[in-house]
């Protein structure tokens, strides 16, 4: 596994989920809610599909579990909260998140109470990925390219985010800001300037 650190490198990544977040019954759960925050719903990235394996052993929650934070749309000046404990069952990530009570936290607490805000996000970093070619299947078996499934990775935040860019029912996800842009792109515009610096 490799080193891990607060920086985000280029395997850290974001995937939003149009999920449900529940409260928590019962006294003294006022500000706690229980949500899923990944699946294994196929995500369209710029360089192709995305699959996050949730089998046995794929899913690294130590962080959550220990340290984990609630943010508001990955800002992470702006936690509103923290992660009380984060579980896989049936192929998705669950959390349990309870809310701050200082004024930044309680915007947004009674925004999610309202259901005014629903999008959730999760910012994760993969270790080991299995790339599956066009037409192939995975080593599992589960799993038909093209795709790449993350095979090893670990969640590092959980986010309440305001802009989903797929908000119907299941699994919605979040405009990457800044989009990448496919390497072809600046093979094509190398082309360009050889063809009009030798012309």
Same mark, same amino acid.
């Given at each position: 596994?490799?080193?891990?650190?607060?920086?985000?490198?280029?395997?850290?990544?974001?995937?939003?989920?149009?999920?449900?977040?529940?409260?928590?019954?019962?006294?003294?759960?006022?500000?706690?809610?229980?949500?899923?925050?990944?699946?294994?719903?196929?995500?369209?990235?710029?360089?192709?599909?995305?699959?996050?394996?949730?089998?046995?052993?794929?899913?690294?929650?130590?962080?959550?579990?220990?340290?984990?934070?609630?943010?508001?749309?990955?800002?992470?000046?702006?936690? @509103?909260?923290? +992660?009380?404990?984060?579980?896989?069952? *049936?192929?998705?990530?669950? !959390? #349990?998140?309870?809310?701050? /009570?200082?004024?930044?936290?309680?915007?947004?607490?009674?925004?999610?109470?309202?259901?005014?805000?629903?999008?959730?996000?999760?910012?994760?970093?993969?270790?080991?990925?299995?790339?599956?070619?066009?037409?192939?299947?995975?080593?599992?078996?589960?799993?038909?390219?093209?795709?790449?499934?993350?095979?090893?990775?670990?969640?590092?935040?959980?986010? @309440?985010?305001? +802009?989903?860019?797929?908000?119907?029912? *299941?699994?919605?996800?979040? !405009? #990457?800001?800044?989009?990448? /842009?496919?390497?072809?792109?600046?093979?094509?515009?190398?082309?360009?300037?050889?063809?009009?610096?030798?012309?």
């Amino acid at each position: 596994m490799g080193t891990r650190t607060e920086k985000p490198g280029r395997n850290d990544r974001r995937t939003l989920m149009a999920a449900t977040l529940q409260r928590m019954e019962g006294e003294g759960n006022e500000r706690k809610f229980t949500l899923s925050f990944s699946s294994e719903e196929p995500y369209e990235r710029w360089f192709g599909v995305e699959i996050l394996d949730h089998g046995p052993g794929a899913v690294d929650l130590a962080r959550l579990n220990e340290i984990g934070c609630l943010l508001f749309n990955h800002n992470r000046d702006a936690v @509103i909260g923290k +992660v009380n404990r984060a579980w896989v069952d *049936g192929n998705r990530g669950y !959390a #349990e998140v309870e809310f701050d /009570t200082d004024e930044q936290s309680e915007i947004i607490y009674q925004k999610v109470r309202s259901g005014t805000l629903k999008g959730v996000s999760v910012g994760y970093r993969i270790d080991s990925l299995e790339e599956v070619m066009a037409g192939k299947t995975s080593a599992d078996g589960r799993f038909t390219g093209p795709c790449e499934i993350a095979r090893k990775w670990w969640p590092f935040e959980i986010s @309440i985010v305001s +802009v989903p860019a797929d908000a119907t029912v *299941g699994v919605g996800r979040e !405009a #990457e800001q800044p989009r990448a /842009t496919p390497l072809s792109v600046y093979e094509s515009q190398l082309q360009i300037n050889k063809n009009i610096i030798g012309g």
